[in-house]
């Protein structure tokens, strides 16, 4: 196994293209990692229907799926439908 040292040093004698491609990898492991404790960590917020706000929810999500394969959409996708919420009566 390398270790941190070696690794940084193997850096150094990368193109920038390179580079640029290493970046980018971590980058979608950092984002991945980060999915991955929300998934398994965040306790689930009591959700409202009809609360919804495209406009933030857009933004919040813009490039979410850049760099990430079709099983890890899925993944992700499957685990944000699982549960149905259903419209609560005009009389509460």
Same mark, same amino acid.
């Given at each position: 196994?390398? *270790?941190? $040292?070696?690794?940084?040093?193997a850096v150094d004698t990368l193109s920038p293209a390179e580079r640029d491609e290493?970046?980018?990898?971590? @980058? $979608?492991? =950092?984002?991945?990692?980060?999915?991955?404790?929300?998934? !398994?960590?965040? %306790?689930?917020? %009591?959700?409202?229907?009809? =609360?919804? #706000?495209?406009?933030?929810?857009?933004?919040? !999500?813009?490039?979410?799926?850049?760099?990430?394969? @079709?099983?890890? /959409?899925? !993944? /992700?996708?499957?685990?944000? !439908? @699982?549960? #149905?919420?259903?419209?609560?009566?005009? *009389?509460?």
């Open positions: 196994m390398v *270790n941190l $040292q070696e690794m940084k040093k290493l970046r980018e990898y971590l @980058e $979608q492991q =950092t984002l991945r990692h980060e999915i991955e404790v929300l998934l !398994t960590k965040e %306790p689930a917020q %009591p959700l409202q229907a009809g =609360t919804l #706000n495209m406009d933030q929810l857009l933004k919040a !999500t813009e490039g979410m799926w850049d760099g990430l394969d @079709e099983a890890e /959409i899925e !993944t /992700i996708v499957a685990a944000m !439908t @699982e549960k #149905n919420i259903k419209p609560e009566s005009a *009389n509460g």
